[in-house]
């Protein structure tokens, strides 16, 4: 079994900044690609950004230039700097982990629990 735990969430002003944390445990192998995503209340969940296993990187461009996503492989762990934080950014954070058990194995789709993320004006 493989547990995403997300850390980092809470409130902030307009402005201020957070980091956000993804730590990755259990039965693993490998992991591929990771990612942040989000949900608004009364709206789907959308991409925020994905990281590779070697480090590229993709933004939705709501968050270009204010958020950085990276990963340290050698600790299955993956962050989400956020500044300028605006409060259209408040929602609840989700990481997710393509991961394998071992070398034989496909790589499965795990999610994390979400942390709130409150913006206020």
């Known amino acids: 079994q493989v547990q995403l735990v997300e850390s980092g969430g809470g409130l902030v002003q307009a402005g201020g900044s957070l980091r956000l944390s993804c730590a990755a445990s259990g039965s693993i192998f490998s992991i591929s690609d990771m990612g942040w995503y989000r949900q608004a209340p009364g709206k789907q969940r959308e991409l925020v950004a994905t990281?590779?296993?070697?480090?590229?990187?993709n933004y939705a461009d709501s968050v270009k230039g204010r958020f950085t996503i990276s990963r340290i492989n050698a600790k299955n762990t993956m962050y989400l700097q956020m500044n300028s934080l605006k409060p259209e950014d408040t929602a609840v954070y989700y990481c997710d982990a393509e991961a394998r058990k071992d070398l034989y194995r496909d790589y499965v789709l795990y999610w994390g629990q979400g942390t709130q993320v409150t913006v206020s004006s």
């Open positions: 990281i590779t296993s070697t480090g590229t990187t």
